[in-house]
């Protein structure tokens, strides 16, 4: 029988629980986690700042190629 995979969590007390299948792998940094700690915020991600960044940026684009200049209007 296969050993279960457990939880990759790096601190001073290793989380001992099962990694949830699905939706257990941190998208981000790719490491395996079980339902308490999948969450980057949970598990301290090195790669947080970098999804951040990236998400601001891609925010920032869309909103400035959304941008609508008001036509001056002449005064005579």
């Given at each position: 029988?296969?050993?279960?995979?457990?939880?990759?969590?790096?601190?001073?007390?290793p989380c001992n629980s099962a990694v949830l299948r699905i939706v257990g792998q941190c998208p981000h940094c790719r490491s395996?986690?079980?339902?308490?700690?999948?969450?980057?915020?949970?598990?301290?991600?090195?790669?947080?700042?970098?999804?951040?960044?990236?998400?601001?940026?891609?925010?920032?684009?869309?909103?400035?190629?959304?941008?609508?200049?008001?036509?001056?209007?002449?005064?005579?």
């Amino acid at each position: 029988m296969a050993v279960k995979k457990r939880c990759q969590l790096q601190a001073e007390t290793p989380c001992n629980s099962a990694v949830l299948r699905i939706v257990g792998q941190c998208p981000h940094c790719r490491s395996e986690f079980c339902g308490a700690h999948r969450l980057p915020e949970h598990h301290n991600c090195n790669k947080l700042e970098d999804c951040r960044q990236q998400a601001f940026e891609r925010n920032k684009a869309k909103l400035e190629s959304e941008r609508t200049v008001a036509s001056k209007m002449a005064t005579a």
